[in-house]
């Protein structure tokens, strides 16, 4: 795959989407569309076993931090019993000196024997004393350790479910990739590009149609000519946009430079005006003579996937746990929210990620907030857009 510097273009090569009949049946449209499904099966699957280690590891640390807590606990009960007593000794110690200095030369010998009681007594304090600050410092470290450990199993564990949810993203648009080319090589949609007229164009928008029928996660499918005219449309009857022009959207600027057949654009998240302001990710491909990846231009073939609910799905099926207190997000390069678990600054909000020079990992705020962040891996041919999985979680 080659990338074109400044834009986003990319090309698949060396073998080109082939040319599709116009009695392809609709079950056919969706190569990927099993191996996705097993993807999402097995990211599910380890999403589950990521949830049930994260608990069980925090179940263990909670304990060890819990036993640790009531050693020092009683620790500290026991020495200030040693030195309760202790100091009860050296009361008697004194009374017994008091008594003996009485008693005159006949309790000399009892002044001894109190008297190295009362040194005992100093002794067993000094040492309940020492017992107690070392037991508190030991075990003070240990559950500031224990502490650190649960934090870094949980950051590591957060930044693992990032990874899940764009990992889920890429290969949902790989087959988008796929996708946009493979129906611009469509009889239907090459013949229309090369003789725009209105029965050609009645064909293309039935045609469009069967594959929308098919296809759920896309809003429309639109056919343009090299001017930006919109000559077909999938969805016609709800979408009145045959005839509008997008010649200066960034989109169809880049579509139109497309060397070949083999290439494809893809669009950031946007509002998109025409189809009810509704958030859309646009591919575009170009309509090639003949069908062939090396033809000449005639057209450009766009489709808007239906971004927001396929995006919310991804992110809200993030299996957080409801105690990680966790906001689960998309964001684009510029660090825009373009998914959200809770469903807020949708396209507006832009957050601080603190990458440092990664690609991956995790850090806490001072307030203790969590966040966990993994940019886009890509998948196959695609290589993403510069995304991230972005998790944000309160204090746990």
């Given amino acids: 795959m080659i990338r074109d ?3 986003n273009m990319l090309s698949l090569s060396p073998v080109g989407p082939q040319k599709v009949d116009n009695s392809t049946k609709t079950e056919e449209f969706s190569p990927m569309s099993a191996a996705l499904d ?35 606990q009683v620790a500290c009960e026991k020495t200030k019993s040693i030195q309760k007593i202790t100091n009860q000794m050296k009361m008697l110690a004194l009374n017994a000196l008091i008594e003996s200095s009485r008693a005159g030369a006949q309790g000399a010998g009892f002044a001894v024997v109190a008297q190295e009681v009362r040194n005992v007594g100093q002794q067993v304090e000094t040492i309940a004393r020492e017992l107690e600050s070392q037991l508190t410092n030991r075990t003070g470290n240990l559950m500031t350790s224990i502490a650190q450990m649960a934090d870094r199993s949980r950051g590591e ?87 509008q022009n997008v010649a200066s959207t960034k989109w169809f600027r880049a579509a139109r430079d497309l060397r070949s057949g083999d290439d494809y654009t893809a669009a950031d998240v946007e509002c998109q005006p025409l189809l009810g302001n509704a958030q859309v990710a646009t591919y575009c491909a170009s309509v090639r003579a003949g069908g062939k990846a090396n033809g000449k231009a005639t057209g450009v073939l766009a489709i808007h996937f239906d971004w927001e609910p396929q995006a919310r799905a991804i992110v809200q099926g993030v299996r957080v746990g409801a105690a990680d207190k966790a906001r689960v997000l998309l964001v684009d390069s510029n660090f825009r929210v373009i998914a959200a ?39 196959e041919t695609y290589k993403g857009l510069g995304w991230y999985g972005v998790i944000q979680a309160g204090v746990g």
Avoid at 52 to 63: G, Q
Avoid at 162 to 191: G, M
């Fill in 157 to 243: 564990r957060m930044t693992d479910l990032s990874l899940n949810a764009i990992e889920l993203i890429d290969r949902n648009l790989y087959e988008r990739t796929c996708d946009v080319r493979w129906w611009a090589t469509d009889s239907a949609v090459v013949d229309c590009a090369a003789t725009p007229d209105a029965t050609a164009a009645a064909h293309v928008s039935e045609r469009l149609a069967v594959i929308l029928g098919a296809y759920t996660v896309y809003l429309d499918l639109w056919l343009c000519d090299l001017n930006g005219n919109v000559v077909a449309s999938g969805r016609s009857d709800r979408f009145n946009v045959v005839g």
């Fill in 5 to 7: 510097k400044g834009t």
């Fill in 38 to 72: 097993r993807f999402r099966t097995a990211t599910i699957a380890k999403q589950s076993r990521n949830s049930a280690s994260a608990e069980d590891e925090s179940d263990v640390s909670t304990l060890i931090a819990r036993l640790t807590a009531e050693v020092n």
């Fill in 341 to 379: 678990s809770d469903g807020q600054g949708l396209l507006t909000e832009r957050i601080s990620l603190q990458l440092e020079g990664r690609r991956s990992g995790f850090y806490q705020d001072r307030s203790g907030m969590l966040t966990a962040f993994h940019a886009t891996p890509g998948y």
